[in-house]
């Protein structure tokens, strides 16, 4: 995924070429005057409507600066948690615990849970669309992201593969992978106060960024969602 970038700050043309008095100009004409200070109209600077045009968007892009200079990750990062603390203070209110973790599925645009507060989430949902909008929204950005390291994870594998037989091993891991994030897709828990995507974990595991627990990490990660994923089916 390519990363947010600051913008380059412009070379800006500020002065209009020659709108600058010569060096002794001014002491000259003092002289001339009698120690008078006298009204020299090239003293004036002169802004072109071009170079001013580049001096508000010079101001506009250090104050964007911040901002731009995030990453997606980051960006996600914060759209992510601001939306596991709206949606976790929305079930406390209506006094679904969360001590354990919630694990939630987009299925046609519904949330669907395998929670026993099912009931609950139901009703939260219900009284307030728009969570499950921000849900879906923010689940497809994660599967986005994990796709993106699938296949970022090829592309090395590719690159180090010595055969064309091994070119073609590797190309089959990446269609699989891709496969299950599609079907992880729309996946996340809420656990701790955050959002943990189930495609996300699923390429940290496949990746080797988090260790496996087994001889078969694809399927100790799928087994993990198994009862998410057939929720409400």
């Known amino acids: 995924m390519s990363r947010i970038t600051a913008n380059r700050e412009p070379s800006l043309p500020l002065f209009q070429r020659g709108a600058l008095p010569a060096k002794n100009a001014g002491i000259s004409d003092r002289s001339s005057q009698g120690g008078k200070a006298a009204a020299d109209?090239?003293?004036?600077v002169h802004l072109s409507d071009k170079a001013k045009a580049a001096a508000d968007k010079l101001k506009a892009d250090q104050e964007a600066a911040p901002i731009a200079a995030r990453s997606f990750d980051e960006h996600l990062k914060v759209r992510s948690d601001a939306f596991a603390a709206k949606l976790g203070a929305a079930f406390e209110r209506e006094g679904i615990p969360l001590d354990d973790p919630i694990a939630l599925r987009v299925e046609s645009g519904t949330l669907v849970t395998d929670s026993p507060y099912r009931?609950?989430?139901e009703k939260v949902l219900k009284e307030d669309p728009e969570l499950a909008k921000e849900f879906e929204a923010i689940a497809s950005l994660k599967s986005m992201r994990a796709a993106q390291k699938s296949l970022e994870l090829y592309n090395d594998e590719k690159k180090s593969a010595r055969s064309q037989d091994e070119q073609d091993r590797a190309y089959g891991r990446y269609t699989t992978r891709m496969l299950d994030i599609q079907r992880l897709s729309g996946t996340m828990?809420?656990?701790?106060?955050?959002?943990?995507?189930?495609?996300?974990d699923y390429m940290a595991v496949m990746s080797g960024e988090r260790i496996a627990t087994s001889a078969?990490?694809?399927?100790?990660?799928?087994?993990r969602y198994d009862s998410i994923l057939t929720a409400g089916r």
């Open 216 to 223: 078969d990490p694809r399927n100790e990660v799928l087994k």
């Open 189 to 200: 828990v809420l656990e701790d106060g955050a959002f943990t995507s189930a495609a996300e």
């Open 41 to 44: 109209p090239a003293a004036t």
């Open 119 to 121: 009931k609950k989430v």
